[in-house]
């Protein structure tokens, strides 16, 4: 299912011209700007679970695209609100028939009780997945440590 999702994402990607990642970025621009105006380069990173580095990069291919812009970010001025542009406000709204109607398959087969149930399984999920990559990073880390020459000496 993972690989299938991802290789839609790359699809709707170059479909609107830009690459599957790209395509991730203005659309959960979009989502967590609705109420705020903006979104800052960490609140997207953690969102799509990403580095503040590789969605800096990925902003400024967007920028200059014309699909992106930045504005002060008026509680914190360390920062930037990244925003789409007109532009890729209409690229998003030129794609939603073809999402519609994407979603609309992969979901065909559930009632909304299903999907309702779904969502909530999918949530708790990615909680115990975040919980999982860290224990498995700590015990890489410790692994690591005792094969290194003269670990675990002092």
Do not use: C, W
Request: glycine share 8%; aromatic share 4%.
């Amino acid at each position: 299912m993972s690989a299938r999702v991802q290789a839609i994402r790359e699809e709707f990607g170059r479909t609107a011209g830009l690459t599957g990642p790209q395509y991730s970025l203005i659309v959960a621009i979009s989502h967590l700007a609705e109420f705020e105006g903006g979104t800052t380069v960490s609140r997207l990173a953690n969102h799509l679970h990403v580095s503040g580095t590789y969605v800096t990069a990925e902003a400024n291919k967007l920028e200059s695209a014309g699909l992106l812009l930045r504005a002060p970010n008026p509680n914190d001025k360390r920062s930037v609100l990244l925003q789409l542009t007109k532009s890729g406000l209409e690229l998003l709204e030129q794609m939603l028939p073809l999402i519609s109607r994407i979603n609309d398959e992969i979901f065909r087969d559930l009632t909304r009780a299903d999907f309702e149930l779904l969502v909530r399984l999918m949530a708790g999920l990615a909680r115990s997945a975040a919980d999982a990559l860290a224990l498995a990073q700590g015990y890489r880390r410790t692994a690591a440590s005792r094969q290194r020459p003269g670990a675990g000496r002092r």
